[in-house]
């Protein structure tokens, strides 16, 4: 087995496995074809993830662990994925692969249909593209951990997911609607959710400073547990 190893990096076999050093800005390697789950948990002042047209597999949690990553930048010569705004896409970008945990404001490009999880403690905004239909992220939850979030905005032509009264819901196939998050930063001591809400998210009202939720007289079909 091929391996490189230096006192703040480990290529083993032309996979990046971990990265450690103590710089801001890295650029991957032109001889890494694989970035490993974790590879840059350890790198605890990196901000910037340059990624050149050689990677040909990213795993989706390559940046897991980081909380000082802010933006991932892909090369246009790359074939397999690309970037937009700091976030990780496949090529056509119709697919958001990965969110960094430390970014601020992020913003889903209006290719894009599919969306993996935004989540992070920095997290101060997000605005959803046109073309946005669905998420897909393992944890089941299209927004988590974001306890310092103010805004969610959707274009107005997105015609699943829209914003009523600060809060993110989404359309469902059969005219009722689930509710997806409530910014989390906004004060407020009372919610009453919206009679035609059938299902409420995981996290939904996760770190808001709610005291009195008000279930409407619609009954909810699902609550998270």
């Given at each position: 087995?091929?391996?490189?190893?230096?006192?703040?990096?480990?290529?083993?076999?032309?996979?990046?496995?971990?990265?450690?050093?103590?710089?801001?800005?890295?650029?991957?390697?032109?001889?890494?074809?694989?970035?490993?789950?974790?590879?840059?948990?350890?790198?605890?002042?990196?901000?910037?993830?340059?990624?050149?047209?050689?990677?040909?597999?990213?795993?989706?949690?390559?940046?897991?662990?980081?909380?000082?990553?802010?933006?991932i930048v892909v090369s246009k010569k790359n074939k397999k994925y690309s970037s937009y705004k700091g976030l990780l896409y496949n090529?056509?970008?119709?697919?958001?692969?990965?969110?960094?945990?430390?970014?601020?404001?992020?913003?889903?490009?209006?290719?894009?249909?599919?969306?993996?999880?935004?989540?992070?403690?920095?997290?101060?905004?997000?605005?959803?593209?046109?073309?946005?239909?669905?998420?897909?992220?393992?944890?089941?939850?299209?927004?988590?951990?974001?306890?310092?979030?103010?805004?969610?905005?959707?274009?107005?032509?997105?015609?699943?997911?829209?914003?009523?009264?600060?809060?993110?819901?989404?359309?469902?196939?059969?005219?009722?609607?689930?509710?997806?998050?409530?910014?989390?930063?906004?004060?407020?001591?009372?919610?009453?959710?919206?009679?035609?809400?059938?299902?409420?998210?995981?996290?939904?009202?996760?770190?808001?400073?709610?005291?009195?939720?008000?279930?409407?007289?619609?009954?909810l079909t699902e609550l998270p547990k």
């Open positions: 087995t091929a391996e490189t190893k230096t006192k703040d990096c480990i290529i083993n076999n032309g996979t990046l496995v971990s990265y450690c050093g103590d710089k801001e800005v890295y650029k991957v390697p032109k001889n890494v074809r694989k970035i490993s789950f974790g590879a840059f948990e350890k790198a605890t002042k990196l901000k910037k993830v340059i990624i050149g047209g050689n990677v040909k597999s990213i795993s989706k949690g390559f940046i897991r662990g980081n909380k000082s990553i802010k933006t090529k056509s970008g119709k697919k958001m692969l990965v969110c960094p945990a430390a970014r601020k404001n992020v913003i889903i490009h209006d290719k894009c249909v599919s969306i993996d999880e935004i989540a992070g403690e920095n997290v101060e905004t997000i605005t959803i593209g046109k073309n946005v239909k669905k998420y897909t992220s393992e944890s089941e939850q299209m927004i988590g951990f974001t306890p310092k979030l103010k805004s969610i905005k959707v274009k107005k032509e997105n015609k699943v997911f829209f914003v009523q009264d600060g809060v993110l819901f989404m359309r469902m196939y059969d005219d009722s609607v689930k509710l997806i998050k409530y910014p989390s930063a906004v004060p407020t001591d009372k919610y009453v959710i919206p009679n035609n809400v059938s299902t409420v998210m995981f996290y939904a009202f996760a770190h808001s400073s709610i005291k009195n939720l008000v279930i409407s007289e619609n009954p």
